[in-house]
Nanobody, 124 residues
Framework: QLQLVESGGGLVQAGGSLRLSCAAS????????VGWFRQVPGKQREGISY????????NYAESMKGRATISRGDPKNTVYLQMNNLKPEDTGVYYC????WGSGSLFVTDFTSWGQGTQVTVSS
């Protein structure tokens, strides 16, 4: 089973940047669509961004358009989410998830493998 580990979260001031990493073990993620999701206490997990398994399609939630970039790393067992101009409302636990041979989506139910999450806190 694909295992995912997120890293790169932390505390940052509003306007700052973070790069989150999603590293896969046991398998590479180049045959998987990978998505990033955010969850805050009391709310449902929401889709932030995804990249298709072929890497030819990406998409972002409206709240992140123009501020985030998702990309695949080299070696191809890592996917990154670069976030700029962070806002306090971006605070939450960020999860990455994988969908084998998928085109990707912003829906939680489309993904089968999940990491444990990394905390992002943006102070005002």
């Amino acid at each position: 089973q694909l295992q995912l580990v997120e890293s790169g979260g932390g505390l940052v001031q509003a306007g700052g940047s973070l790069r989150l990493s999603c590293a896969a073990s046991r398998f590479t993620v180049d045959n998987y669509a990978v998505g990033w999701f955010r969850q805050v206490p009391g709310k449902q997990r929401e889709g932030i961004s995804y990249i298709s398994s072929r890497g030819d399609d990406t998409n972002y939630a409206e709240s992140m358009k123009g501020r985030a970039t998702i990309s695949r790393g080299d070696p191809k067992n890592t996917v990154y989410l670069q976030m700029n101009n962070l806002k306090p409302e971006d605070t939450g636990v960020y999860y990455c998830a994988a969908q084998r041979w998928g085109s990707g989506s912003l829906f939680v139910t489309d993904f089968t493998s999940w990491g444990q999450g990394t905390q992002v806190t943006v102070s005002s």
